[in-house]
């Protein structure tokens, strides 16, 4: 069966601080991607990465870093938390190729920036 | 640019009664359509997809979706809502007539469906 897993479900951090969230996919798929969940804004994307070391900025990237060293593995970095980034994130992962777009999602992380 | 229109934040309806959630979309290409799930506290899960073929797409749960070219449509459907379809509905388009790389999707706000018992 197909799986997304994220490091936490919930986090709690303080402006300023670095704030790493993991994701880690057992699927072998290629494509994985990060997004950000707010109310009457739905899914935008931060960054996607189709390749290890290889990331490319989504629509909304400022302030957020990602890193993938491993196929299975895509961090999203916040370099220096702000409370604009309190949101829920949500990793997710797919095939590369044509016709293979559906997206495979982890449960999330609500992230809250005191 | 490609973009997707949920016209509606909140849709109720009575349990048993059919139920259906508006997409509008916007792409220069042909459509890839899709549809997902959100139930609370939980992560997004892929309920259907439009690519080719027949107009009416098939999927998860008893949902059903129709493609409208010509109103540039891909409303979900069911026949007869149950209390546990009640969740956050998301749909999504993506250029199909691009190749090459990745071809992003964008999402549309959402849809909270209320199925009261």
């Known amino acids: 069966d197909v799986k997304v897993t994220q490091s936490s479900r919930y986090l709690v951090k303080r402006t300023g601080e670095k704030v790493f969230l993991e994701c880690v996919q057992d699927m072998d798929h290629e494509n994985m991607f990060w997004y950000r969940q707010d109310p009457g804004l739905g899914l935008r994307l931060i960054y996607f990465s189709y390749d290890v070391k290889m990331k490319e900025k989504g629509d909304i990237p400022e302030g957020y870093s990602v890193s993938r060293e491993k196929k299975e593995r895509f961090s999203l970095i916040l370099e220096s938390a702000s409370t604009n980034q309190t949101s829920m994130y949500l990793c997710?992962?797919?095939?590369?190729?044509?016709?293979?777009?559906?997206?495979?999602f982890g449960p999330g992380t609500r992230l809250t920036v005191l | 640019a490609q973009s997707v229109a949920q016209p509606e934040d909140q849709v109720n309806v009575a349990e048993g009664n059919p139920l259906t959630v508006k997409c509008t979309y916007s792409v220069s290409g042909n459509p890839y359509l899709f549809w997902y799930v959100q139930y609370p506290n939980r992560g997004l899960q892929f309920l259907l997809k439009y690519i080719t073929g027949d107009n009416l797409v098939k999927g998860s749960y008893g949902f059903e979706a129709e493609f409208n070219k010509s109103q540039t449509s891909f409303h979900l459907k069911k026949p007869s809502a149950l209390v546990s379809d009640s969740a956050l509905y998301f749909c999504?388009?993506?250029?199909?007539?691009?190749?090459?790389?990745?071809?992003?999707?964008?999402f549309g706000t959402g849809t909270k469906l209320q199925v009261i018992p």
């Open positions: 999504a388009v993506r250029d199909g007539q691009r190749s090459g790389g990745y071809q992003k999707v964008t």
């Open positions: 997710a992962s797919s095939l590369a190729g044509a016709n293979t777009d559906t997206q495979y």
